[in-house]
């Protein structure tokens, strides 16, 4: 669109999009997005729109943290993790889901 390149992925009905001026192979982002989607989920422990909008903040960070002027630096949980400062929100449904397991 306009010489502006968007690639996605769907997550729980989350679509998480990236976008790029530049003839980037896909699979790179498509990978970059699958990492990022991963490190959120093992911070807030679900990936559902609720749990997105609770940790915005905390997302916030963590992409931060991956992601250095568009190019992708941290990708591993364990390496992430010491640099955010922010605790996830948990949600009802997961306090209840949690007492049980």
Do not use: W
């Not at 306009?2 to 980037?24: C, D, H, L």
């Amino acid at each position: 669109m306009e010489g502006i390149n968007f690639v996605y992925i769907a997550r729980k009905g989350v679509y998480f999009v990236a976008t790029t001026m530049y003839n980037t192979h896909p699979s790179l982002i498509i990978e970059c997005l699958e990492k990022v989607t991963k490190i959120i989920k093992d911070f807030c422990g679900i990936l559902n729109e609720e749990s997105l909008r609770k940790n915005f903040v905390l997302i916030y960070e963590i992409v931060d943290e991956v992601m250095d002027y568009g190019y992708p630096q941290m990708t591993s949980t364990e390496l992430v993790r010491p640099f955010i400062v922010s605790d996830p929100i948990m949600l009802e449904s997961q306090k209840y889901f949690l007492l049980f397991i």
